[in-house]
């Protein structure tokens, strides 16, 4: 399977005073590549109305500048598929070139507020995404 990309073009409103991407646009935009590639894999969060997906770790390390107008390739990958939780990493690459990656730790979370085991559909599409990058 090759690599799931999604296509950004970073928004005005995305950015600050510098004319550079606001830090928390990139987040926004990892988590819009995770939600198109969740999708890519035949799943959707609304499949799981009484369940939350919460992030509890983010990361994102800024390599070079982006800016108002640029156009990013935002790649997805499976790192981990855990029992009530996983995780995906990230790398936003601008003309080729990677201009921030980094990851984020979703946990399966019911809604009395306590993990619980991934919804069997979602934990197969993971697993099989992350073994077909192997």
Do not use: W
Not at 17 to 36: D, K, N, P, Q, V
Request: proline share 4%; glycine share 6%; aromatic share 10%.
């Amino acid at each position: 399977m090759p690599k799931f990309t999604h296509r950004v073009r970073v928004a005005f409103p995305d950015t600050d005073a510098s004319g550079r991407i606001h830090f928390t646009a990139m987040l926004r935009y990892f988590e819009s590549a995770e939600i198109e590639f969740l999708r890519s894999l035949g799943y959707c969060y609304r499949d799981a109305p009484d369940i939350g997906f919460p992030r509890v770790r983010v990361e994102c390390e800024y390599r070079s500048a982006v800016g108002f107008d640029d156009e990013l390739n935002i790649e997805v990958a499976v790192k981990r598929v855990g029992t009530t939780s996983y995780t995906l990493e990230f790398a936003a690459l601008k003309d080729g070139v990677v201009a921030a990656n980094g990851s984020i730790v979703v946990v399966c979370v019911g809604r009395p507020g306590r993990a619980q085991a991934l919804p069997e559909a979602l934990r197969k599409a993971l697993t099989e995404a992350a073994a077909a990058r192997s």
